[in-house]
């Protein structure tokens, strides 16, 4: 009803929400927290998508994209936010992402595309944030982002050492022994390193990277092959946002994580500007973070400045 209410805000997400059927849904007595994109926002969706007006969307489309920026069962307020994912899953089974970026509470963004232009319009059934432009629903996996060139020599550590499979997917389905479908949902965490990074270590190939580890030549599919190790060690089996990686226990300032090679951890703890990784006592010798929160449909990314 509220937003039935500012026509000249999210008029075309109404439109969306009836076209998606959902419309009625948002006015049962229920908790939601929705991210509403205004008027122009779904104008700039709708021509991304080569699309004249809401009518020409499919329902089953519609009604995606509206469960993708809708969180049901609980009420979710701009004090809560932090950097990172936000841990209540959306009706998609996805995490979004909440990016503070410099400015203020003006330069507040969801994953890293949307700002928000109004929190905590607080409503009967929930509460509803403005965002300046429609968010496309997630489908890229963490495979599917080390592909986009930046990262050719990692990728083909990953496929060469098997780990393409896990990384590519996002569920998996069975039964259970009473004959039962069931779904299981995967997350990961990847700490990717760009050719740029290996380019500084003299590293320009797979092959050259294969040397220095001393894997050349070996079944980099064993988990004991150096080659192996070291990619698992790059991976952790669990999603952990920037937010998440500092959430350390009571009055500690550092905590150590396993990563999918076995014994294997990492540090993570504080440093002058943020969070660094495997820190000595050496000053400057901590592991730095590129680019934090690249958000993918089975995890994150995040972008060291070591080969690690």
Partial sequence: VYLKSQPEKFGLWVKVLEKADVYNT???????????????????????MNLTSVDQMTKEDANYLVRYHLIPNISIDLGQFQSGA?????????????EFKEGGLDQIYLNGVSRFNAFDVKVTNGIIHGIDDVLEPLT??????????????????????????QLNTVYTTGTDPDGNPIQQRFRYTAFAV???VY???GIHTLAELLNKLGASGSDLKSSDNPA??????????????????G?????????????????????????G????????????????????????????????????
Avoid at 140 to 165: M, S
Avoid at 228 to 245: G, K, V
Avoid at 259 to 264: H, I, N
Wanted: charge should be negative; glycine fraction near 8%.
């Fill in 26 to 48: 948002l006015n049962i007595n229920t908790i939601y927290t929705l991210f509403a994109p205004v008027n122009e926002g779904v104008e700039r969706y709708l021509k991304k």
């Fill in 86 to 98: 936000i841990s209540d899953l959306n009706a998609t089974d996805d995490n979004l992402f909440v």
């Fill in 140 to 165: 890229a996996t963490i495979l599917d982002r080390l592909k986009d060139g930046k990262y050719g020599i990692f990728y083909g550590l990953a496929t060469a050492t098997g780990y393409d499979e």
């Fill in 194 to 196: 760009s050719d740029d």
């Fill in 199 to 201: 380019l500084k270590e």
């Fill in 228 to 245: 192996n190790r070291y990619m698992a060690y790059h991976l952790l089996a669990q999603q952990r946002s920037f937010a998440d990686l």
């Fill in 247 to 271: 959430k350390f226990p009571a009055g500690a300032t550092k905590m150590n994580l396993e990563t999918m090679a076995q014994y294997e951890l990492i540090k993570i703890s504080e440093g």
């Fill in 273 to 308: 500007d943020g969070l660094v990784i495997n820190a000595t006592g050496d000053a400057g010798s901590a592991i730095q973070f590129n680019e934090i929160n690249i958000p993918c449909k089975n995890g994150v990314i995040h972008e060291v400045d070591s080969w690690m």
